[in-house]
């Protein structure tokens, strides 16, 4: 049972662009929501999170929205870079140990 | 820096065999967790632990045992290795859960099981 589901799998978007990702989760306890970005060869790094008390949180170029009653929450990059080019993870937990739920992935190709 | 070394990049192992993939935190945290990577399922958590000697089952432990004797350093042992462990393998450590609760991870490692 998948309790954070990630779309798309990939994404290609031009250089300037909007990129979107989008997660929905199923566990209402879920408290502490961030995104992770990989790049080839390396592990997940923390780009940014939210917690469920704020609708929308921005970071630079990056915005997590978040819908508390809809179970969803999505990325917005703006201004795509080919640099901004990576995996990028969803993922959610609650309290206690920090045990975070993540989603399947998506690929972020920035075209030049 | 923050850093979580994981102790081999790439690891090919038998059928059968016993696997230790080791990690080590410089940060002091007291949660330390093991996830591995498959492609189109994202990162499942095989194993966590909350302090020293503690240790609490994560999604899909069958197959894999951990031990933490140090604070600093979580194993992750597979008793005897399947080919369907074939997977990368990511360590990963955070401060109890709080105003900050960070995950770092490691860079991985690549396990290929023949």
């Known amino acids: 049972q998948q309790q954070v589901k990630q779309s798309p799998q990939s994404l290609i978007v031009q250089k300037g662009g909007i990129s979107i990702i989008n997660c929905a989760y199923e566990?209402?306890?879920?408290?502490?929501f961030p995104w992770y970005q990989q790049f080839p060869g390396k592990g997940p790094a923390l780009l940014i999170a939210?917690?469920?008390?704020?609708s929308e949180k921005k970071e630079g170029r990056f915005t997590i929205s978040f819908n508390k009653s809809a179970k969803q929450f999505s990325l917005h990059i703006m201004d795509s870079q080919p640099g901004d080019s990576a995996t990028y993870f969803c993922?959610?937990?609650?309290?206690?140990?920090?045990?975070?739920?993540f989603g399947a992935g998506t690929r972020l190709a920035v075209h030049p | 820096d923050v850093k979580v070394t994981q102790s081999s990049r790439y690891l090919v192992k038998r059928t059968g065999e016993k696997v230790f993939l080791e990690c080590v935190q410089d940060?002091?945290?007291?949660?330390m967790f093991w996830y591995r990577q498959d492609p189109g399922l994202g990162l499942r958590l095989i194993y966590f632990?909350?302090?020293?000697?503690?240790?609490e089952k994560g999604d899909i432990p069958e197959g894999y045992s951990v031990s933490r004797e140090k604070k600093e350093r979580f194993s992750l042992i597979l008793e005897s290795a399947s080919t369907n462990q074939t997977s990368m393998y990511l360590c990963a450590s955070s401060p109890p859960a709080g105003s900050n609760t960070e995950a770092f991870f490691g860079q991985g490692t690549r396990l290929t099981v023949v």
């Open positions: 566990n209402t306890a879920f408290d502490y």
């Open positions: 939210i917690r469920p008390d704020v």
């Open positions: 993922a959610a937990s609650r309290g206690g140990y920090n045990k975070l739920i």
């Open positions: 632990s909350y302090d020293v000697k503690m240790k």
């Open positions: 940060m002091d945290h007291e949660n």
